[in-house]
């Protein structure tokens, strides 16, 4: 049933034009379900050992390709990891799209009459910190995946891409934010010859791309940290991981793609 009064767009706080966009891929869930105001029960993947194992690869390719920039290891130690602290759940995401990485939740199991007596009276600090996901938030998550299949983006569009996601300018606190705009200008500017050069027929592709791809910019981090690593993880911080693999992982080596020439 759908609601009379939907919250969604304004608790959620997601642009009008967006949120029709991306609910357009929810068409093929129950109508009863479609309301995402409605759907405040929290979830947990339903194969963790594969998706979990499956965005680790993802991330890991993500870092090589921030590693395989030589402009990004000219910035300040500084703004790189002002960059990397704002850039990777976006560049993460895209990463999935990019690789095909699906997968599924389901409700989470809640705790057996026997478990319960098990634990009670046990440390509070023996317990997780973190929360699981809401269903709400995950289908958010996955209509933002599903709009960018859509687009069906080929190798060189991606690796643009992901080049004016990690030069934001934007991002408080950096040094070199004028070169970094620069950066972020060329990428732009290589990605849509690109569209004109596979879509000329396509006028607005090119701004759909950036549309769609501020969507990934709203994913919260909480939300994939706990959805995809904290089985993996823990309580560990997922920032500070990804720092050390920037700046210590040597032996892997990424498959081939195009490589972003900034």
């Not at 029960?41 to 965005?55: E, F, G, M, N, S």
């Not at 994913?219 to 720092?243: K, Q």
């Amino acid at each position: 049933m759908d609601c009379e009064r939907c919250q969604c767009q304004h608790e959620d706080k997601h642009p009008a034009i967006l949120y029709t966009l991306l609910s357009q891929n929810l068409s093929h869930s129950p109508p009863h379900q479609r309301c995402l105001c409605h759907q405040r029960w929290t979830v947990c993947l339903r194969t963790p050992h594969i998706t979990c194992q499956a965005a680790s690869d993802v991330l890991v390719k993500t870092i090589s390709f921030m590693k395989n920039l030589p402009s990004f290891h000219l910035l300040p130690r500084g703004d790189q990891l002002l960059l990397l602290d704002s850039c990777w759940v976006p560049l993460f995401l895209l990463g999935l799209v990019q690789e095909t990485v699906t997968f599924e939740v389901m409700e989470t199991p809640a705790p057996s009459m026997l478990e319960k007596i098990l634990l009670d009276g046990q440390s509070k600090r023996q317990e997780p910190e973190w929360t699981q996901p809401m269903l709400a938030a995950v289908q958010w998550l996955q209509c933002s995946l599903n709009t960018f299949w859509s687009l069906d983006l080929s190798p060189k569009e991606y690796a643009y891409l992901k080049g004016a996601i990690l030069f934001n300018p934007d991002v408080p606190g950096l040094t070199a934010s004028l070169y970094i705009e620069s950066l972020q200008r060329e990428a732009e500017r290589a990605l849509q010859e690109v569209v004109q050069i596979l879509h000329p027929k396509d006028q607005d592709r090119f701004t759909l791309i950036l549309l769609i791809t501020s969507t990934l910019k709203s994913i919260p981090p909480a939300l994939i940290t706990d959805l995809f690593f904290r089985p993996i993880i823990g309580n560990a911080d997922i920032v500070e991981l990804i720092v050390d693999m920037l700046y210590e992982i040597t032996s892997w080596q990424p498959a081939p793609s195009p490589r972003v020439a900034l």
